[in-house]
């Protein structure tokens, strides 16, 4: 079975069942097996329920269904005490616990403990995506995405935060933003003491140990580990300046800028000196003051060694080097081109 027939044999094993039963709601991957299960409906041993017309042959079965209309679930887990009302889906559930996978896909390694996660893992392998969207056609491989992705459309916003009326489309961006509230930040980095609530954002942090940088420019050599410095590294290519001052001219390509611009405006300056008082509209300009109090100079001089407080003083420092490197080369001219230069001019 070469690789194309190996998913085509899987796929076709794990179809869905497409073939519905009127009476019990039962489906059935052909029409043959949907003609077998409607004679178990016309023997006489079929139960009906009188709540809601229900009927089946099968004993258990029965039994289970009226379990539904009661509430009861007879079926417990032993291990966490979840209950259920079929035995079928206790067995699903105690794979939780052993772990156990017993669907596997012949084409890869992959293997899970639900036959419906296998049906849709093998869409991976032929691309099949059933579930299509009518406002735009977008196509998706799961229902359950496919419902989430029409709430684009339509702006439903079905899960909404009871502490601060926070309103969302997806069930998991509420369980982010819940732990805000919390506090909670389940995500810790194993290198260093970094937690967060976001399993992404660890994804991010992950890339200061590693030094990756998956994000590089198209136009120069520029990469960077976060995909929002890409962005903004492109402004510097196409010179757009999407932040606008409402007050004046003023536009910038950096959210920070016009935060701190707008310092101009107000005359607020929140980052003050817990030396001499002295306050500040940018934090980078209390960074560089509290150096006149530490003495401390980060920027040296790789010619001769000195160092400085500010980058700006050390770029002008080094022009006295590249003034020296040039007068050098002057007096190194030999003294016959001089004098043919004084010819010339006679």
């Known amino acids: 079975m070469d690789y194309l027939d190996a998913i085509y044999a899987t796929s076709n094993e794990t179809t869905e069942k497409q073939y519905l039963c009127q009476l019990?709601?039962?489906?059935?991957?052909?029409?043959?097996?949907?003609?077998?299960?409607?004679?178990?409906?016309?023997?006489?041993?079929?139960?009906?329920?009188?709540?809601?017309?229900?009927?089946?042959s099968n004993k258990s079965t029965f039994e289970n269904h009226m379990h539904s209309h009661a509430g009861e679930k007879p079926h417990c887990c032993e291990v966490c005490r979840f209950s259920f009302t079929r035995k079928s889906s206790l067995i699903k559930?105690?794979?939780?616990?052993?772990?156990?996978?017993?669907?596997?896909?012949?084409?890869?390694?992959?293997?899970?403990?639900?036959?419906?996660?296998?049906?849709?893992?093998?869409?991976?392998?032929?691309?099949?995506?059933?579930?299509?969207?009518e406002a735009c056609g977008s196509t998706f491989a799961r229902k359950s995405t496919?419902?989430?992705?029409?709430?684009?459309?339509?702006?439903?916003?079905?899960?909404?935060?009871?502490?601060?009326?926070?309103?969302?489309?997806?069930?998991?961006?509420?369980?982010?933003?819940?732990?805000?509230?919390?506090?909670?930040?389940?995500?810790?980095c194993k290198v260093c003491e970094y937690s967060c609530s976001k399993k992404l954002d660890l994804a991010k942090h992950m890339r200061t140990h590693t030094g990756e940088k998956p994000y590089s420019c198209q136009v120069c050599d520029y990469s960077c580990s976060q995909k929002s410095n890409l962005a903004k590294h492109m402004r510097t290519h196409t010179g757009e300046k999407p932040y606008a001052c409402k007050l004046c001219d003023y536009s910038?390509?950096?959210?920070?800028?016009?935060m701190i611009h707008m310092h101009t405006h107000s005359g607020k300056k929140p980052f003050s000196c817990e030396v001499c008082d002295w306050t500040f509209s940018m934090k980078s300009s209390l960074v560089t003051h509290m150096r006149t109090h530490t003495g401390e100079k980060p920027f040296s001089c790789g010619v001769c060694g000195?160092?400085?407080?500010?980058?700006?003083?050390?770029?002008?420092h080094m022009k006295t080097h590249t003034k020296k490197a040039g007068s050098s080369t002057k007096s190194a001219i030999p003294p016959t081109n001089m004098a043919g230069k004084e010819e010339k001019k006679k």
Do not use: W
């Open 93 to 133: 559930h105690m794979r939780t616990h052993t772990g156990e996978k017993p669907y596997s896909c012949q084409v890869c390694d992959y293997a899970c403990s639900q036959k419906y996660d296998l049906v849709i893992h093998m869409r991976t392998h032929t691309g099949e995506e059933p579930y299509s969207c």
């Open 24 to 56: 019990c709601n039962s489906s059935l991957t052909d029409e043959a097996s949907l003609t077998e299960h409607m004679e178990k409906h016309n023997t006489d041993n079929t139960s009906t329920c009188e709540i809601c017309g229900y009927s089946c």
């Open 306 to 316: 000195s160092s400085f407080a500010k980058k700006s003083n050390l770029g002008k």
């Open 146 to 188: 496919l419902v989430t992705h029409i709430r684009i459309h339509t702006g439903e916003k079905p899960y909404c935060c009871k502490q601060c009326g926070y309103s969302c489309s997806q069930k998991s961006s509420l369980v982010i933003h819940m732990q805000a509230h919390s506090g909670e930040k389940p995500f810790s």
């Open 252 to 258: 910038c390509s950096h959210k920070l800028s016009l």
